[in-house]
């Protein structure tokens, strides 16, 4: 985010001073897109309704990091597209261009909104964002549909931008997020205990979402490939360094601040960057966690080595 505000600090000086906070560039979309979230997800049946806006209500939206980075990375990309940007059949102006960007980030939150729900539904999680989760409130048969209502929701509003290579990125993205939480599910002790394997869970998890939705962000600005392919790797990292702050946090966050009960990875037997970083260090960690994590004994035993 220093880099973003640095990068836009120099293209356009008017734009930001020295010390000014990034996030406020954009505050102001982001209520925006606090509204056009709400009023996308109105269902015709009122308890299907109510479901789906659940976690889209004032207080419990989450920390909305997806979408403020990539509101930050359009106004980084968006500052060299001249005005008006309309130079052949399919330019659009740079209102346009932005309108198209925010409904990336609606997009993008909707489809990580859906994964929190089914998420929550695989884990049998009780809280979420600091309140009940879905699943605890209404029932597992509920959560589901209302992810899978707002997919769809998603899925529209991304075929509304009539682009084919934004619309198979996103698209692509959904198999990812299946594809790292059947990884996390089905990992052998023996296999998961490689952080390669945890890396490459973690990119279809975590990182793909962001990654493909910066990229698609530097697609729309008119960017080149090479740029388009640039905004995908600070994503893909960003998106890497984030999953690791958050599996460390599992560990050393409360309650409280984690919005979320706490060593939820390693209750659900789930082996996490810092589990095989202390597995590295203490070899006799390896047959702590070949036994599993069942038996809440052998969690205190395990906690002791990180
Ligand atoms: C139906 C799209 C779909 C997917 C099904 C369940 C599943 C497959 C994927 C789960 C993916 C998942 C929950 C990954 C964890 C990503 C993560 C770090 C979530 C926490 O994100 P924050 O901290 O949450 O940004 P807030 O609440 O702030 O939005």
Same mark, same amino acid.
């Given at each position: ?17 020295? %010390? %000014?906070? *990034? ?17 996308? #997800?109105?269902?015709?049946? =009122?308890?299907?309704?109510?479901? &789906? ?13 997806? *979408? ?5 990375? !359009? +106004? ?5 597209? =001249? ?5 052949? =059949?399919? /330019? #659009? ?11 990336? !980030? ?17 884990? /049998? ?16 048969? @509920? &959560?589901?549909? &209302? ?29 990812? @997020?299946?594809?790292?939480? +059947? ?68 560990? +050393? ?20 960057? *810092? ?7 203490? =070899? ?10 069942? /038996? *809440? ?10």
């Amino acid at each position: 985010l220093h880099g973003f505000s640095h990068n836009i600090h120099h293209q356009s000086s008017s734009i930001v001073e020295e %010390q %000014q906070d *990034p996030f406020s560039l954009v505050a102001d979309e982001l209520s925006l897109l606090a509204n056009r979230l709400q009023s996308m #997800v109105v269902a015709e049946v =009122p308890k299907l309704a109510s479901a &789906a806006e659940y976690l889209f209500k004032m207080g419990v939206e989450g920390k909305r990091f997806r *979408p403020t980075v990539l509101l930050l990375m !359009a +106004t980084a990309l968006n500052v060299s597209v =001249p005005e008006p940007y309309l130079s052949g =059949p399919g /330019d #659009v102006s740079t209102k346009e261009l932005r309108a198209r960007q925010q409904s990336i !980030a609606e997009i993008t939150e909707m489809i990580h909104v859906a994964s929190l729900l089914h998420d929550d539904v695989l884990d /049998d999680a009780d809280t979420r964002r600091g309140i009940g989760s879905l699943n605890f409130v209404m029932g597992n048969k @509920l &959560a589901v549909l &209302a992810g899978d209502f707002l997919l769809s929701r998603a899925c529209v509003a991304l075929a509304a931008l009539k682009n084919t290579e934004v619309v198979s990125l996103l698209a692509k993205v959904v198999e990812h @997020l299946v594809t790292g939480e +059947t990884m996390q599910m089905t990992s052998t002790s023996q296999q998961c205990c490689s952080m390669e394997y945890y890396m490459q869970k973690t990119y279809y998890k975590t990182a793909s979402l962001i990654s493909n939705s910066c990229k698609a962000i530097a697609l729309l600005a008119g960017q080149t490939a090479e740029v388009a392919m640039l905004a995908y790797e600070y994503g893909r990292n960003l998106g890497l360094a984030f999953q690791l702050m958050d599996d460390i946090l599992d560990f +050393t966050g409360t309650s409280a601040s984690l919005g979320k009960g706490s060593l939820s990875d390693i209750r659900h037997g789930i082996i996490t960057a *810092p589990m095989l970083f202390a597995m590295e260090e203490f =070899p006799q960690l390896h047959a702590v966690v070949d036994q599993g994590f069942d /038996d *809440p004994a052998n969690v205190d035993l395990a906690l002791e080595y990180l």
